[in-house]
């Protein structure tokens, strides 16, 4: 099993582009989430999906979208990249809703100059 | 909004001292979980506690949940250099599917 999966593991973009993150899972989870990691701040949830077929705003979704193409896979998008999203952003998958342990991915390194 | 704090942001101690994070909330968290993300790496899951007063240990780690359910701790005795690294703590909401992490605390462990 390689648990979740993240793809690219790192990526550099110009201010205006735009680009998917690549999430996989193969654990049999319903849930699946995007986090972001900046220095000083953990991590902050910006989407989540529940089950295929839904998902819902975090606590930063702002400039973010998100599709759950199946149960294995949850895909974030930025349209129009920022500087301001320059992070480190991780996905995870749980069995369900809290108080679940949940199970990150490898990350991608994001800079946005 | 729900905030998890945790002290200190930093942490530095000679091999085989002593190390203890805290974990506060201004509300009463339903449970409260522990991961450990390596230097350059992603979050791990080390435990979860859900009872008041509730104590679990690892080997040298030694997880409490406050009696008010209202902070936590994570004590590690006689650190060693594999336990470098940043310490969270989180909390998920029963039965809702959005977990609060704490700002984490930074561990190095000197030889």
């Known amino acids: 099993n390689a648990g979740v999966t993240q793809t690219p593991k790192f990526q550099v973009l110009k201010t205006g582009q735009s680009m998917t993150l690549q999430c996989a899972q193969d654990m049999n989870h319903n849930s699946m989430y995007w986090y972001r990691q900046d220095p000083g701040m953990g991590l902050r949830l910006i989407y989540y999906s529940a089950s295929e077929g839904t998902t819902d705003k975090g606590e930063v979704p702002n400039g973010y979208n998100v599709s759950r193409l199946n149960k294995r896979e949850f895909s974030l998008r930025l349209e129009s990249a920022a500087p301001s999203q320059t992070s480190v952003y991780f996905c995870?998958?749980?069995?369900?809703?809290?108080?679940?342990?949940?199970?990150f991915g490898p990350g991608t390194r994001l800079t946005v100059t | 909004g729900q905030q998890v704090m945790q002290i200190p942001q930093y942490q530095h101690v000679q091999e085989g001292e002593d190390f203890t994070t805290y974990c506060n909330s201004s509300t009463t968290l339903s449970n409260i979980q522990w991961y450990k993300q390596r230097p350059g790496g992603h979050p791990v899951f080390l435990i979860q506690?859900?009872?008041?007063?509730e104590v679990k240990k690892q080997k040298r780690l030694t997880f409490q949940f406050g009696e008010a359910k209202k902070n936590s701790s994570l004590h590690i005795t006689a650190t060693q250099t594999t336990d470098v690294g940043t310490y969270f703590c989180a909390e998920g909401s029963s039965g809702t599917y959005k977990y609060i992490f704490g700002t984490g605390t930074r561990l190095k462990v000197l030889a």
């Open positions: 506690l859900v009872k008041s007063g």
């Open positions: 995870a998958s749980g069995i369900g809703p809290g108080p679940y342990e949940q199970y």
